[in-house]
């Protein structure tokens, strides 16, 4: 019997000076880990403390990343999508027929399912966020996720997490990391929050361990062979959970091998809100995924990167409004145009800017709902 070995993933090599090597555009291979990058550009955003803080503590707040009133808007929205009452505490909790039990997971975990909106690509290409980004990875070639916001009630009733994950009862914070921390050669993944409103102990939201990211190589070498390697298994005391700061329109940014996770909302009528944002370098040679990436763009389709984005089960956003104006910042983030090619300017590529989109909702511009 002949034995076939599976076929191995290609690898892309990103667009830039640093080799940067991945085949989904999530993770990323390089000769040296984020951590212990030396940077060969000037910091834009980040000041040198911010840096030293990422890098020994593996996350980083940039103050009003986007100005608070974007932020509160994008708050607005996240209400409006979803055809909920911010004043009606009650309608948070009515219960809908869902298509599976993942979407009933994302119902309670209050994940919105809107992924186009221009106050998300206003968010997305906003120039103090790139440069944070471009900060982090010492590479200005890079892609925007197509990701979500989160809109997170208190969590009982039909929200309550024990619905679906009973091993959620408890108060303490599950942690976890974004990436299999038993390989040897550990891949690079960056991911990113904007805070929509003012976070607060009892609204739970984004928690972290700084410290066992500070020592996880030694800390390693001391777990037993058949360790968890996406939920470490901590003594609290020793390696604390720590809860950051945040307040509207604050970016959170984190390394992927920093354990973390969502604390329940355990407020009377408090929520917990954020955009989902984060960039990386550009697969620009990777034609199928910039293709998909553009397409999910220029018709509002959901993205395809993440199994857990599923669009919105009572009106796609394909049908509420047109499609999001993009800056020619936005065009490099999103993979319509190159970093490297000039910009199409002909009246074909100039064309789609003033398209109107499939949507047949009000027209929505950065300014706010009309």
Not at 75 to 104: K, M, T, Y
Not at 240 to 268: F, K, Q, T, Y
Not at 309 to 322: A, I, M
Not at 342 to 360: E, I, M, Y
């Amino acid at each position: 019997m002949i034995s076939v070995s599976p076929r191995r993933a290609h690898l892309y090599r990103a667009a830039g000076d640093h080799p940067y090597f991945s085949g989904d555009g999530e993770t990323y291979l390089a000769q040296h880990t984020l951590r212990e990058l030396t940077k060969s550009r000037p910091l834009r955003v980040l000041s040198e403390e911010d840096f030293a803080h990422w890098q020994t503590y593996g996350y980083v707040v940039v103050r009003e990343a986007v100005p608070a009133e974007h932020a509160r808007r994008l708050l607005d929205f996240a209400w409006q999508f979803q055809g909920l009452d911010p004043l009606d505490p009650a309608g948070w909790f009515v219960d809908r027929p869902f298509r599976s039990e993942l979407d009933r997971r994302l119902h309670v975990y209050g994940f919105v399912e809107a992924y186009h909106h221009q106050l998300l690509w206003d968010s997305r290409q906003d120039q103090r966020v790139y440069d944070a980004f471009v900060d982090v990875w010492d590479c200005e070639e890079l892609w925007v996720t197509l990701d979500r916001l989160n809109l997170n009630p208190p969590n009982r009733g039909s929200r309550d997490r024990a619905l679906v994950d009973p091993a959620e009862r408890g108060t303490e914070v599950r942690l976890h990391w974004d990436i299999d921390t038993s390989l040897g050669v550990p891949p690079q993944r960056v991911q990113g929050i904007i805070a929509l409103n003012e976070t607060a102990p009892e609204t739970g939201g984004f928690h972290c361990s700084p410290e066992l990211f500070r020592r996880f190589d030694a800390w390693r070498l001391a777990q037993p062979a058949d360790r968890d390697p996406r939920r470490p298994d901590l003594d609290r005391a020793e390696l604390p959970v720590v809860r950051p700061e945040l307040h509207p329109g604050d970016l959170l940014i984190w390394n992927g091998l920093l354990a973390h996770g969502v604390a329940r909302n355990l407020s009377e009528q408090g929520v917990r809100a954020v955009q989902y944002l984060s960039m990386m370098p550009a697969l620009e040679e990777h034609e199928r995924l910039r293709e998909s990436r553009v397409d999910s763009w220029r018709h509002l389709r959901t993205p395809h990167w993440n199994r857990t984005l599923v669009g919105d089960p009572v009106l796609h956003e394909s049908k509420r409004y047109p499609t999001a104006r993009l800056t020619e910042l936005g065009r490099k983030l999103l993979g319509l145009d190159s970093w490297y090619e000039p910009v199409d300017l002909s009246a074909q590529a100039a064309s789609w800017l003033d398209r109107p989109g499939p949507g047949t909702g009000p027209v929505v511009d950065s300014g706010g709902l009309r």
